[in-house]
């Protein structure tokens, strides 16, 4: 199961950081995290997004959102206001409150709000082929790793097999070439089936 990690700033002795890594974030896996049922549910959630990728673009950080809700316990109840027309603070008040219990769920340790920066899909590409240029890729990217960025690489793939700029752009053949070449590098054949 994957886990995303806020740095402590001891993390990784060979990363160096003048700001202690402070806002630096990492995903971990760990085969045996996680009960059964949480796996079961990530495992939905992720055949669900590969399912609707054509619809829904963006992950809204689901498997983070996931691991912090679990982490974060904060009771999320239903507002007891009933909204009347005569007593408008009391509901902005209680939307308020509501809102704050929710964005705590997604508040770091560390006191930060994570967040995917996915849109742009010419980063990555550059990162792989970048890694094998240096004979480095396998020593950096887990096998894990690897099979997660092929998993995102073709959940971004347009309809008609390309790839844009950024998740919902049309294709481009700038980051269709990367994209299919940074896929080749992470093991795809050039007849895999996808």
């Known amino acids: 199961m994957w886990k995303l990690k806020l740095s402590k700033g001891d993390d990784d002795p060979s990363v160096r950081s003048i700001n202690n890594?402070?806002?630096r974030q990492f995903w971990e896996f760990d085969p045996c995290a996680g009960t059964p049922e949480e796996r079961f549910e990530i495992e939905f959630m992720q055949k669900e997004f590969s399912k609707n990728k054509l619809h829904v673009k963006h992950s809204s950080d689901l498997l983070m959102?996931?691991?912090f809700a679990s982490e974060n316990k904060v009771e999320m109840k239903k507002s007891q206001v009933?909204?009347?027309k005569d007593d408008d603070e009391v509901v902005v008040k209680a939307s308020l409150k509501k809102a704050l219990r929710f964005y705590s769920t997604l508040q770091g340790e560390d006191g930060s709000w994570p967040a995917d920066y996915g849109g742009?899909?010419?980063l990555l590409p550059g990162l792989?082929?970048?890694l094998h240029v240096m004979g480095a890729k396998d020593a950096v990217l887990s096998v894990e790793h690897q099979r997660e960025i092929r998993r995102y690489l073709y959940n971004h793939q347009n309809v008609d097999g390309?790839?844009?700029l950024h998740i919902e752009g049309h294709n481009t053949m700038f980051c269709t070439a990367?994209?299919?070449v940074a896929l080749r590098l992470l093991g795809?054949?050039?007849d895999g089936g996808e």
Request: hydrophobic share 40%.
């Open 21 to 23: 890594h402070i806002g």
């Open 128 to 130: 792989i082929i970048g």
């Open 188 to 190: 795809e054949k050039m």
């Open 65 to 67: 959102r996931f691991q």
């Open 178 to 180: 990367l994209n299919y």
């Open 82 to 84: 009933q909204e009347t």
């Open 120 to 122: 742009p899909l010419f």
């Open 162 to 164: 390309g790839w844009g």
